[in-house]
Nanobody
């Protein structure tokens, strides 16, 4: 049974940083596209950052470019999201997602992702 397990969320003040971690338990985890989405109450799930299998391509939502960095450790079947310069607008539940493929086609749309973690809450306060 494949699982995605997130960790690293919490509460920070404006301008602070957090690092999220997602561990993928599948045997081929190191070679599939993975990413981070977020969802605030009453809003639709939105993409944050995505990384292809092998980590050679990354994609970001415009709202987080130059502030967030996605990376992966293939040996550990783990991806990370380094979040710097956090603002209250970043407050949301952050969810890890994975595809079954190396490439990240249709990466922006959450409906095209097959596997999801339970999420980790990020709260940014003034």
């Amino acid at each position: 049974h494949v699982q995605l397990v997130e960790s690293g969320g919490g509460s920070v003040q404006v301008g602070g940083s957090l690092r999220l971690t997602c561990a993928h338990s599948g045997a081929t985890a190191g070679s599939v596209c993975m990413g981070w989405f977020r969802q605030a109450p009453g809003t639709e799930r939105e993409v944050v950052a995505v990384i292809s299998g092998g980590g050679d391509n990354t994609y970001y939502a415009d709202s987080v470019k130059d502030r967030f960095t996605i990376s992966r450790d293939g040996a550990k079947n783990t991806i990370y999201l380094q979040m710097d310069g956090l603002s209250p607008e970043d407050t949301a539940m952050y969810l890890c997602a994975a595809k079954e493929s190396y490439y990240c086609n249709n990466w922006r749309t959450w409906r095209y992702w097959g596997r999801w973690g339970q999420g980790t809450q990020v709260t940014v306060s003034t």
